[in-house]
């Protein structure tokens, strides 16, 4: 499947970032013009391929972007206007790490090729910086320091931005990211994959407060997280119901167990805010989409919010031209023998 994303034209006097995102299940690539100027971007989903496993298959996420990485190349470059990229692009940014080792790899090599055809720099950037510049992307007035939530299907963690390039992990998920809970508790509730915008979906018919799921380390006073014993706590009612022959409100299940895990979110945002001092509150990563979420963030007063738009939240090669157009002007580079780094981290 492909999805087309907004494409603006303007003419290309400025700097042109080609940036390549294939850390998952997202063959996506964009053209940055400057900082923040869009001019092309495509995502070929692959959640066809995968849904029947109700997860995602590494073997066939790694085939299935080496089958379509250069048709999708050649759009996004024609999409863009850029008639010939020898001259006209400046920089290859792509996704370094963390993510699914075979994926990353038809990346960086796809990457690594292009910048040395076109003999232009090439930077190798942290997934999870992309996330956070999805948000300075969407707000120009989004300035350092602030906090990024950064909750995917594989991460779920707050991070202190002191400058761009300088992070400091606050916390993160002692077992399962939110966006993994998310899909966990759709499978088992016969929801289908990915489960995050299903649950969202139902939820909203639903009634939260039909069962009281335990909210996750919601009292303690550091920034951890923990999702498996909310996804466990949900399985353990749908047996319950199923032994007594009951029928299952899946919508009202839906509902608790999202309320339950977006105020493990919230509360621990809090936290941070607290212990911080810091009031400009950043939102990342798939689960920045769900609607409770950011229903919840936007309706509190104690910290200036800011979301991405949906097309965003999810992986994107937008952001990952973003953040290496920062690195890039913050005068990094990256070696043309890097290594992908499936266990990244952004900050300790
Ligand atoms: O950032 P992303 O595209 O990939 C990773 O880096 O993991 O996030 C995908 C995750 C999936 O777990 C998906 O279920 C979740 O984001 N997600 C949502 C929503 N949309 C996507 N979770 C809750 N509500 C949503 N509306
Ligand atoms: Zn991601």
Do not use: F, K
């Given at each position: 499947m492909?999805?087309?994303?907004?494409?603006?034209?303007v003419s290309h006097a400025s700097f042109l970032t080609l940036g390549i995102e294939t850390s998952c299940d997202d063959t996506s690539l964009a053209v940055l013009s400057g900082p923040r100027e869009v001019l092309s971007s495509v995502v070929s989903s692959q959640v066809d391929l995968h849904a029947p496993y109700g997860g995602v298959l590494p073997e066939l996420a790694s085939r299935k972007h080496q089958e379509v990485i250069i048709s999708l190349l050649r759009k996004v470059l024609s999409d863009g206007g850029v008639s010939n990229p020898c001259r006209d692009i400046d920089l290859v940014a792509v996704t370094r790490g963390p993510g699914l080792m075979g994926s990353l790899l038809v990346g960086a090599m796809t990457a690594k090729a292009l910048a040395q055809a076109w003999e232009v720099p090439l930077i190798a950037v942290n997934h999870l910086e992309g996330h956070i510049f999805a948000n300075v992307?969407?707000?120009?007035?989004?300035?350092p320091p602030f906090l990024c939530l950064i909750v995917s299907?594989?991460?779920?963690?707050?991070?202190?931005?002191r400058s761009f390039g300088d992070y400091l992990l606050l916390g993160r998920t002692r077992d399962d990211a939110a966006g993994e809970a998310y899909d966990k508790v759709a499978k088992l509730l016969g929801l289908g994959y990915p489960g995050g915008p299903a649950i969202d979906h139902l939820a909203k018919e639903g009634d939260p407060k039909a069962f009281t799921f335990p909210v996750p380390l919601g009292h303690t006073r550091n920034v951890e997280f923990s999702f498996s014993g909310l996804k466990t706590a949900v399985l353990w009612v749908v047996r319950r119901l199923e032994q007594e022959g009951a029928p299952i409100p899946v919508a009202d299940i839906c509902a608790s167990f999202q309320r339950a895990?977006?105020?493990?979110?919230?509360s621990k945002v809090r936290l941070s805010v607290e212990m911080t001092g810091v009031e400009?509150?950043?939102?990342?990563?798939?689960?920045?989409?769900?609607?409770?979420?950011?229903?919840?963030?936007?309706?509190?007063d104690a910290w200036d919010v800011?979301?991405?738009?949906?097309?965003?939240?999810?992986?994107?090669?937008?952001?990952?031209?973003?953040a290496g157009y920062d690195a890039y002007a913050r005068g990094l580079r990256s070696d043309i023998s890097f290594s992908p780094g499936p266990s990244l981290v952004l900050a300790k």
């Open positions: 492909l999805r087309l994303q907004w494409v603006c034209s992307l969407a707000h120009p007035s989004l300035e299907g594989g991460h779920t963690e707050i991070i202190l931005v895990a977006v105020e493990a979110l919230m400009r509150v950043a939102v990342s990563g798939g689960v920045a989409a769900n609607s409770a979420l950011r229903e919840a963030m936007a309706s509190q800011y979301l991405p738009p949906h097309e965003l939240c999810t992986d994107n090669a937008v952001m990952i031209a973003a």
